[in-house]
Each structure stands twice: as C-alpha cells, then as structure tokens.
C-alpha cells in the first residue's frame, strides 16, 4: 500500500513494527507505546500539537479517557483487552498522522465517536494490537436555517443535533435515533433509524454531504471522494472506508406541536389481540405516525404471576385532536383517550421518547452522562409477514420462560416503502413490515452472567426464527452483532466478510466490497466486521 506521507524515518519505524506484533504482556510493550507516540508527534505540525491528545497507560488520564465512552459495561472489565494508546485527536492533521503511524507500525487503528457500539468493536479489538482514534473533540453543529442544511462533526451526540436545530428554529428536525447520547459518526455512517423514519425516511435518507480522511490521509468532500464512496458510508459502516470527520444533512420539517403518548397492555388485559391489530396497521398509517411496541416480562396485577405486558410509545407529527380521530378510525383496539395524549415540541419529545420524564430541561440533551450504564447484548430481525394470534401466545410463552429480553418492535412503511434499496447501502426497504431488536440487559459482573444472559437473548432469537427474513436472514447494521460472524482480516477475509456482509446489507454487499476494494486496496480500516476487500 502506497502513502503520501513524507517519511523520513521509514527503516527505524518499520523495525518498530515488530515490536507491536508482540503480546500486550510482553517487556517491550511500554517501548512500542512508546514508538507509536513518537511516531504520532513526528507527523504532527508544529502548529497543531498532538502531545496533549496521546493519553498511553503511563498517562494518569488514560483509564478514564478509554472509559469515558464505553456505553456497553460487558466490554470495561479488567480482561478486556486494552489500547496501546487513545488519540483524542484535535485537528485533521491528527487523524493523518494517526492513518500513517498506523500503517508504518502495523498497529491496528481502531475509530470511535460515540462508543455506543453493541460489541464495542471502536474500542476493543480480537487482535492486539490497537489503538483508538478518538473523535470526540470533533463535536460541532452548524446549522443553516435559511438553506434547511447543517454540518455536523462526527463527535458530535444526537441530542446535540437535536438541541442545536431546536434552538435555532421550531419547525425543523432530523430524523435519527431516539438515544440522545448515540455518536454521530458511527450512528450516521451505520444507517441511523428513529421514530421519523416513516415520514422521512433514515439519517443516510438525508445526507448532501460528506468530509472524510481516506487511506491516503487526503481529506475529501462529496466531490472528491466520487459518487460511490459517498454512497458507501450512507449507511456501509464509516469504519470500513476512512475516518468520518463530518456530515452535511438535510433538516427536516417537524410541526411546533407534535403529540406522543405510552400506553400498555398486559397478558392479563389481552395484550395479544391489541399487539395483533398493530401488527396489522402499524406499517400502514399515515406517515406522520410512528408507534413503536415494546414487549417484555412483568408480574401480573392481579395474579403476581408473570406475564407479558406489550408498550405502544407514539410520536405523531401533528396535534392530539387529529391523532385521536386517526386512532378511533384506525386502531380502535388500543383505545387511545385525550388523557393519554401530550402535546410539546419536537425537542421535547426527544427527551419523552428516551424516558425523561415531563418538563425536563432540554439542555438535558447535551448532556454526555449515561444515566446508568448496563452490560448489553442485542440482535435484529426484520418481519415480513404478520403472526397469527397463536403464534403470538406460543412467542409469549417463550417469553415468559426467559424473562429477561426484550422485544422491541418498530413499524415500517410510510417512506421506508418508498426508498429503492439500492439507493443506500441499507437494503431493508419495502416489503418489510417492522424491524425487531431483541435486548438483554444486566447488571452482574463476570463471565458467567454474560454467557447466560448472551444465550437468553439466542433463544429468543431462535424461537423467531420462523416469523422472520429468510435467505438471508436479514440484520440492521448499527445493532451490531458479532454472533452473525467475524473477520479475522486474513486470508478467508473475503469469505467471512460474506457471511455477516449479506445479512446487513442484502444485495449492496457486492458494491460495497468493489468500493472498498478501489478505495482501501490494503484493508487499512478494518475491524471485527468490516467490509473485506475483493480476494486476490
Ligand atoms: C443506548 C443505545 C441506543 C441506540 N439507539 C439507536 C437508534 O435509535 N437508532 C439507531 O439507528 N441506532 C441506535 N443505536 C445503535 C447506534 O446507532 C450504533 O451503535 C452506532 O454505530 C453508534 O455510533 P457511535 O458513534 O456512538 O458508536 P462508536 O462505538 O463510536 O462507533 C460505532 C461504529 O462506527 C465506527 N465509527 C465511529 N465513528 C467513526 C468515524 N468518525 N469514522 C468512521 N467510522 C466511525 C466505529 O469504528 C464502529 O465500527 C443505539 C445504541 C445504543 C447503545
């Protein structure tokens, strides 16, 4: 692989790289530490100094710097393998000398902006060693209200995005997730779903523009990275292609008033018959509304024995007298009253939907402190044909067996519908009814409750297997999953690419693969489950 990068200590530092391929155990590792800063401030400018951005194990800062975004506690134990170094890069020329020192050193470079990956893949790694290009530092918003555009840094969190539009205008969001605290550089380049997704479509459904660092640590926009890069990190994983340093995305109009409202429905109160209208309709209302079903486990009121108990949570893009009209009309079934409605604004329901409760600030959603972090295992499913009542009992039964995942259930249709699925590299599009998260959440330590709380979320998996996407059995990308397969970036990279690659991305992972083949010949930015390179 080629670089552009003045060299001048090319035979020292590639002497180095041997001293990186040691284990992280090994006496010469403080040395490669080491190596790999010396090697960063040397392809620093002098009027961007990078020292302040190194933290290495030696740097008191350094557990709390790799701490500060792990948003998944399975992946912050004392075995879990640790960074050469973090670069919380500060300037553009950091990630170039970050891309350059990485090669040089053979050190795997590992990118995170938010740390919400389901299996921690920007901050951990199956192969030492590694280190991570933090992107934190790179958090701006700049909204343009007169062109409905804005900039936004890969750093940068949701609930900054939403904050920002919101303070600049009432009428304007942008469709993405409903967790405020999701990066954007990982949540964009991944897809990027939330509750208006079936008036507008994704996040990569409302991208114009983009800024990224190539392999070659040139830094290119929409223009001079050509039509299929841009098109690739709409929703192929950003972290297959270069370093995400901003996006450019289209703002969206939002009415000043918007309704939502939560209401639930236990095995004791006929949940089935409520969760089986709303699997026939949920895809089909109007596009201004999105009711999203959680199911779970609970006691039961009246008997204390366990039961389902099924959550409709609504954002509709409108006020609550047209929504009451549209329910009675369309889904009588849930028996929405006025008193279930809330009227406030977008921003406000930002915070609704992500469980603040009523009147919460919202500078709550710049805020970067989880309110309680778990151990996370997730998995995804799209469903393309509706259950029968039966098979909703048995999925209960089976529920109730397990008791811990959860099933969240999120309707398509609307512009979902619309969008051909080769318009981004997001193939989930028409045909699909709703998309299912399987979640298990826990708090214990160790190895114990993970493998079991892991298996409790594959059985559930596996007793869905026959209501679900077939051939393949599809996946959504951004809840990754490594029990869908890993890339151990060698020599079958193309074949283990393949297994997990159809799945998340349908028909599109044979273009992704071309790109990525033209744009990152070597395989430089690759993880766990990184889109692999042609064979030779
Ligand atoms: C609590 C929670 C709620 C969520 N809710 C939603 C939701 O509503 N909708 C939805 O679509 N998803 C949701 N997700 C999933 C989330 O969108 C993905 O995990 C997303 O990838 C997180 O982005 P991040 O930057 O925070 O994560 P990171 O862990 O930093 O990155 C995730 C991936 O992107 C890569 N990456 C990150 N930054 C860059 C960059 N600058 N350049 C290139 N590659 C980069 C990383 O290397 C990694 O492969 C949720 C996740 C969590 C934990």
Redesign the pocket.
């Known amino acids: 692989m080629g670089t552009p990068f003045p060299n001048s200590k090319t035979l020292f530092l590639l002497s180095l790289r041997v001293l990186f391929t040691a284990s992280s155990s090994s006496p010469s590792t403080a040395f490669a530490n080491e190596a790999l800063s010396q090697c960063l401030i040397s392809h620093s400018q002098a009027s961007q100094p990078i020292t302040s951005a190194i933290y290495t194990p030696a740097n008191s800062s350094y557990s709390t710097v790799l701490q500060s ?1 792990i ?2 506690l399975r992946f912050n134990t004392s075995d879990t393998l640790k960074p050469t170094l973090v670069l919380t890069a500060l300037h553009e020329s950091h990630v170039q000398a970050a891309i350059v020192c990485a090669w040089k050193l053979s050190v795997q470079m ?9 299996e ?4 951990v790694s199956i192969s030492s060693p590694f280190f991570i290009l933090d ?1 934190v530092n790179f958090r701006s918003v700049d909204i343009d209200i007169e062109t409905e555009t804005a900039w936004v840094q ?2 940068a969190i949701l609930g900054e995005v939403y904050y920002r539009i919101a303070a600049k205008s009432k009428v304007h969001g942008f469709p ?4 405020p ?7 964009i ?6 509750n208006m997704m079936r008036k507008y479509g994704l996040s990569v459904d409302n991208i114009v523009d983009a800024c990224i660092i190539n392999v070659k640590g040139e830094i290119l926009d929409r223009e001079s990275m050509g039509e299929d890069l841009f098109w690739a990190i709409r929703g192929g ?3 297959s292609f ?4 901003s996006y450019k995305v289209n703002l969206v109009r939002v009415p000043e008033m918007v309704t939502v409202f939560r209401i639930q429905r236990t095995g004791e109160q006929d949940a089935t018959e409520v969760v089986y209208k709303w699997e026939q309709v949920a895809h089909r209302l109007h596009e201004d509304l999105f009711i999203r079903l959680v199911v779970d486990v609970v006691a039961g009121e009246n008997s204390g024995e366990k039961t389902v108990r099924a959550k409709f949570i609504a954002l509709f893009l409108g006020d609550a007298q047209r929504l009451l009209s549209m329910m009675s009309e369309r889904f009588p079934e849930l028996a929405l009253q006025s008193s279930d409605c809330i009227e406030m604004s977008w921003v406000e329901s930002t915070l609704y939907w992500t469980n603040f409760s009523i009147g919460t600030p919202v500078d709550t959603l710049l805020s970067r402190t989880p309110r309680g972090l778990t151990h ?1 295992k997730r998995k995804s499913d799209y469903v393309e044909q509706i259950m029968s009542k039966d098979e909703l009992r048995l999925l209960w039964k089976r529920m109730i067996e397990l008791e811990r995942p959860i099933l969240t259930f999120n309707p398509y249709g609307g512009k979902m519908g619309e969008i051909p699925a080769t318009k981004t590299p997001f193939p989930h599009r028409a045909g699909n009814l709703w998309k299912v998260q399987y979640a298990t959440n826990w708090h214990e330590d160790g190895d114990k409750a993970a493998r079991h709380n892991i298996e409790l979320t594959r059985k559930l998996y596996g007793y869905m297997t026959p209501f679900v996407s077939k051939n393949p059995r599809a996946a ?1 990308l ?3 999953d490594l029990d869908l397969g890993v890339n151990h970036n060698g020599d079958e990279s193309y074949e283990e690419g393949k297994v997990y690659g159809v799945k998340y991305f349908k028909g599109n992972f044979n273009r992704l693969v071309k790109i990525k083949t033209k744009v990152d010949p070597g395989n430089f930015f690759r ?1 766990e489950q990184s889109i692999p390179v042609l064979p030779r």
């Not at 993405?176 to 967790?179: E, I, L, P, T």
């Not at 380049?189 to 939330?194: I, P």
């Open positions: 975004y948003r998944n590992k990118i995170r902006s938010g740390g919400h990956d389901f921690g893949i920007s901050y992107m890969a750093g993405a997730g409903v967790c605290m999701v990066g954007i550089g990982g949540h380049s991944g897809g990027g779903y939330g994983g950003g972290a270069g370093v995400i340093i996370l959504f951004n809840y990754r993880n």
